[in-house]
């Protein structure tokens, strides 16, 4: 069933591009776009303030310190945050032999939370065709540095999309690598960084030539630890079983040709997941039935880019982008959902920008 906006509320705050990452923290909400900065909110989503960087927002990760959160750049620089305060940064400086653009050599892809430390933590970083690991140490008597403790390749030629530890085992990880899944344990064996690889999902050629089935999400499911969802940009959300490396279910109803670009578990509801593709809808799963729960659709008729969960149980927010690139500067919006009305209540749009005064004025 199909429920959509019925004149929400449009308020003119956001970003004037593409939103790679919502965060939710103890404090509230980060977004993270390609206009090059992040935007604080507080946890009725109301706007707290901007924080600019150097190059496009890729991706955001959590801290296992209370309160801070990980920045990921285009250009491999990590950023760490308390609060809305840069404290520290560092670059990965990528040594992998990948082909692509050259504004993407550098680009980070994934932070993930791994561990504490006696003095910080240690956290996971995806780029093109590596997993790093970074360390956050914390002193009273100096500002918090950041520096790379090893870099691993695990790829040929393709990016290091998403990345899980495990909480069995810190030292490996759910690594999603172009269209495959990997179990990964990583050691050091005579003073080189090596690991296992147990290949969970292989790519399976789509229908659409022109569109590799890219993983662009995972999340074990609440309801069975040992199943994971995976976002496919084939227009699929699969439900994978991690020990047989079988799929169990695959869910079809987001248009073939649109990509899924995220899913996560429903707080509150055991066996609810949610997932959000290209075409604007955003679609919920009941992981005992086949076919979708209910559905919502964006109502600037954006492609819906991520998701996050309210701090009230019946609160759904969504972050989207233009369908066209040439328009993103006008149309990038966060929405704000009412999953018992199963309606848009408020959504979020880029700042009105200053007119230009016409040559020779």
Known sequence: ????????????????????????????????????????????????????????????????????????????????????????????ENQAPHICKDRNWERVMAVAPKCRTKNGEQSYVGTACAVHLISSSF?????????????????????????????????????????????HKFSKKEGEMRYEADHIVKEVKSGNKYQRPFISAITRLASRYETVACA??????????LERGTMLRSYNEHPSWKRVWSV????????????????????????????????????????????????????????SCAKDPKSCPDKATITTWDLIMREAIVTHGPRPRRAQSPVGA
């Not at 103890?26 to 989503?45: A, E, H, I, Q, Y």
């Not at 707080?267 to 209910?294: C, M, N, P």
């Open 1 to 92: 069933m199909l429920f959509s906006c019925s004149g929400c509320n449009r308020k003119r705050l956001c970003h004037y591009d593409d939103i790679h990452g919502f965060l939710k923290t103890n404090r509230g909400f980060v977004t993270g776009s390609k206009d090059k900065s992040l935007n604080l909110w507080s946890p009725d989503l109301k706007f707290d303030g901007k924080r600019k960087v150097m190059d496009w927002v890729t991706c955001l990760g959590m801290s296992e310190e209370e309160g801070n959160f990980f920045s990921g750049e285009r250009n491999g620089y990590v950023r760490l945050w308390q609060g809305g305060d840069e404290v520290a940064c560092l670059k990965i």
């Open 139 to 183: 002193s009273a008597d100096r500002s918090p540095e950041m520096k790379l403790l090893w870099s691993c390749n695990v790829s040929e030629n393709d990016w290091v999309y998403c990345i899980e530890p495990l909480r069995e085992d810190p030292n490996s990880t759910l690594t999603v690598i172009g269209s495959d899944l990997f179990r």
């Open 232 to 241: 496919v940009f084939d227009g699929s959300v699969k439900h994978y079983d």
């Open 264 to 319: 996560m578990n429903v707080d509150g509801q055991e066996h609810l997941t949610v997932s959000s593709a290209e075409d604007g809808s955003i679609k919920f799963w009941d992981d005992r039935t086949k076919k979708s729960a209910f559905e919502l659709q964006e109502p600037s008729g954006n492609r819906v880019s991520c998701i996050q969960q309210g701090f009230k149980p019946c609160m759904l927010y969504t972050a």
